[in-house]
């Protein structure tokens, strides 16, 4: 029987520290992970590196936003100030995948 969630029936749930070599897993849609306060001021890393992405400045939180894609939270930026920072390195060569929701014909120069 096929489950509708991970695969097989009785396999462990994902974690993203199973994932070899994770530098970072930021996930909006979990609420234990996210501190809104006036905007995300913080987000907790999955991966267990313990790499929180934080903004002190209230002006340059992005908002908290349910339903934003796929009927799931996220983080919307304005795209003027709006960003997390961190600071960490990790080796070379990176990937980086991101989800997100293309919401303008025109994003302007270098967006």
Do not use: E, H
């Not at 009927?71 to 003027?80: M, N, Q």
């Amino acid at each position: 029987m096929i489950s509708a969630r991970f695969g097989f029936m009785g396999a462990a749930p994902f974690s993203p520290k199973s994932v070899s070599g994770l530098a970072g897993w930021w996930d909006f849609d979990d609420a234990t992970t996210v501190t809104n306060s006036s905007g995300v001021s913080a987000i907790t890393d999955k991966s267990g590196n313990g790499r929180t992405l934080t903004q002190t400045n209230i002006n340059n939180r992005p908002a908290w936003t349910a339903n934003s894609v796929n009927g799931r939270y996220a983080a919307v930026f304005d795209g003027a100030n709006d960003s997390l920072t961190a600071s960490f390195t990790v080796a070379q060569p990176v990937t980086v995948f991101l989800v997100s929701k293309y919401t303008s014909a025109d994003p302007g120069p270098g967006k």
